[in-house]
């Protein structure tokens, strides 16, 4: 309605999914084999979820029951099933890690050379990666 301040416009989660490179991560997948014998929930479910952890989810019990209140809007999202806890978790002990290592070393490559003429590049380049 006129003079409503709602946002109606794709969720920000979405809008980060436009510039995630697919192509790259589907690559680190085919490389460690990361999908064999998997029959639903994909390697690219499993990062997305793990992505609801920048949301301040505390726990997988919370990263599952998240997604379950708006579970209208997971599609638009990029998230193409829902997640269970004990699907996550064993996922997380079977999958090999380095492919998520791997995907996170071309994303962090790929932001220095966007970069690479900024003053952000400085704090970039002396930046340290923890991942877990």
């Not at 999914?17 to 697919?22: R, V």
């Not at 099933?81 to 004990?86: D, L, R, T």
Request: positive net charge; proline residues 4%; charged residues 25%.
């Amino acid at each position: 309605p006129p003079g409503s301040s709602m946002y109606t416009g794709k969720p920000v989660f979405a809008q980060l999914m436009e510039h995630l490179p697919l192509h790259t991560f589907r690559r680190c997948v085919a490389r460690y084999q990361a999908e064999h014998k998997v029959k639903s929930f994909s390697c690219l479910d499993q990062y997305l979820a793990g992505l609801r952890e920048l949301t301040y989810r505390e726990s997988l019990r919370d990263i599952e029951a998240c997604p379950r209140a708006q579970g209208s809007k997971l599609y638009h999202l990029g998230i193409r099933s829902q997640v269970a806890c004990n699907t996550l978790a064993d996922a997380h002990a079977r999958r090999d890690w380095r492919l998520y290592a791997d995907f996170a070393q071309r994303l962090i490559a790929t932001a220095r050379r966007l970069y690479v003429n900024d003053a952000f590049a400085v704090a970039l380049a002396k930046t340290v990666y923890a991942l877990d």
